[in-house]
Every structure is written in C-alpha cells, then in structure tokens.
C-alpha cells in the first residue's frame, strides 16, 4: 500500500497560480502511474492529469490543458501539479492518487487504489 500526502491548496484569485504536491512513501515500487483528481459537493470525482511514473507520460482532462502541468520526481517520490491561468470553475478539493493499472490514462478513479485526504483549491472571481 502507498500513503499519500497532498500539500500547496490555498486560495488565490482568478488568473493565479498555484502548484500542489503529493509525497508518496510505501510500496511505490508496486504502482505505476499517480494522478489527480478533484471533486466538489454533489459532484463526481473528475480527473484533472494523469502521469506514468516510468515512461513520464501524461494526459490531461480537457478543461485543464494548457494550464496545468503534473510531473513526477522520482528521487523524493513526489507529485506536482502546477496549475496556471485559475479561474472560479477550478474551485474543488484536489486529491492525490496512485495505482498500478494500464488505463491510467483514462482518468478514472477506480483504476487508482492509493488515495490521499485532499487539499482544497479556492479560487475567487
């Protein structure tokens, strides 16, 4: 099992910027893809970028290409997600996720079975 930890939510105004970490410790050897997801209340959880922790390879959800950016550091075991050009709609709790799976780029939460507790995004008009 992975225990994940998400830090770097806040609150920021409309145009700003944010970048989130998520420190793995555990068994990371047994996945091979994290990602992040967010949700707020009375919604599904959504899939935000996906990252192959091997290969690097990533995939984005449609509403955040081009203003985030996920990428892995091996070395410390460590998730990013910087994320640009914020406005109201990104507003949710973000969660950190890792699996070992072969849809990892799919963005769907079931495939992930290693979840962090969240940190919130607030982001103001």
């Known amino acids: 099992q992975v225990q994940l930890v998400e830090s770097g939510g806040g609150s920021v105004q409309a145009g700003g910027s944010l970048r989130l970490s998520c420190t793995a410790s555990?068994?990371?050897?047994?996945?091979?893809?994290m990602a992040w997801f967010r949700q707020v209340p009375g919604k599904e959880r959504e899939g935000v970028a996906a990252i192959q922790t091997g290969g690097r390879a990533t995939n984005y959800a449609d509403s955040v290409k081009g203003r985030f950016s996920i990428s892995y550091e091996n070395g410390i075991d460590t998730l990013y997600l910087q994320m640009n050009s914020l406005n109201p709609e990104d507003t949710a709790m973000y969660y950190c996720?890792?699996?070992?799976?072969?849809?990892?780029?799919?963005?769907?939460?079931?495939?992930?079975?290693?979840w962090g507790q969240g940190t919130q995004v607030t982001v103001s008009s």
């Open positions: 996720a890792a699996g070992l799976t072969g849809s990892w780029a799919l963005l769907i939460p079931g495939d992930f079975n290693s």
């Open positions: 555990g068994d990371t050897s047994s996945t091979n893809s």
